[in-house]
Antibody, heavy 125, light 106 residues
């Protein structure tokens, strides 16, 4: 059974960089059928896609966050990671990692079929 | 970006009721739409993909329909365990975008 688990600091100071890692078990992150994505949810609010990464390192980022986001993948550890720089209070959220199925003819990501439990990140000095 | 507008934002219904949620896209997205269920304190769960296809293991009381810009999600007979917030999500164009959610209560 596929499982994803987010890990990283739960508290980040304003202007610093948020760093999270997603560990994948039960499937290879090198599967050619999937991207691996990050989605966030501010407390009491809706879902926002941050971006997705392929095992090769190819990425798609949400343009609204693109200037501050870096994703990476470590196939040897079956993990992928998120870095979000220059955080503010608006970045406080539960951050989810998810498996992101490639859909359609474009080869782009689009469907989150397995999710981690989520990691709450607070931004405060 | 494609904007996804869900309605209503919340609803209250009785056990056994038929519940309908709508999702409207700001442009034609064909049938490139998914529906998720999120229970309090939990991650979202994929229920419906490609607008009308059930994810494996999803009860048949959940269904989806629509194409183009207008989509519907239906619970044919509301059960207590269906209390959750439901989200639509389009994948016709990047960035992937979600609707604002519909909170379903009994």
């Amino acid at each position: 059974q596929l499982q994803l688990q987010e890990s990283g600091p739960g508290l980040v100071k304003p202007s610093q960089t948020l760093s999270l890692t997603c560990s994948v078990s039960g499937d290879s992150i090198s599967s050619t059928s999937y991207y691996w994505g990050w989605i966030r949810q501010p407390p009491g609010k809706g879902l926002e896609w941050i971006g997705s990464i392929y095992y090769s390192g190819s990425t798609y980022y949400n343009p609204s966050l693109k200037s501050r986001v870096t994703m990476s993948v470590d196939t040897s550890k079956n993990q992928f990671s998120l870095k979000l720089s220059s955080v503010t209070a608006a970045d406080a959220a539960v951050y989810y990692c998810a498996r992101d199925l490639i859909v359609g003819a474009t080869g782009a990501p689009g469907m989150f079929d397995y999710w981690g439990q989520g990691a709450l990140v607070t931004v405060s000095s | 970006d494609i904007q996804m507008t869900q309605s209503p934002s919340s609803l209250s219904a009785s056990e056994g009721d038929r519940v309908t949620i709508t999702c409207q896209a700001s442009q034609d997205i064909n049938n490139n739409l998914n529906w998720y269920q999120q229970k309090p304190g939990k991650a979202p769960k994929l229920l419906i993909y490609d607008a009308s296809n059930w994810e494996t293991g999803v009860p048949s009381r959940f269904s989806g329909s629509g194409s183009g810009t207008d989509f519907t999600f239906t619970i044919s007979s509301l059960q207590p365990e269906d209390i959750a917030t439901y989200y639509c999500q389009q994948y016709d164009n990047l960035p992937l975008t979600f609707g604002g959610g519909t909170k379903v209560e009994i």
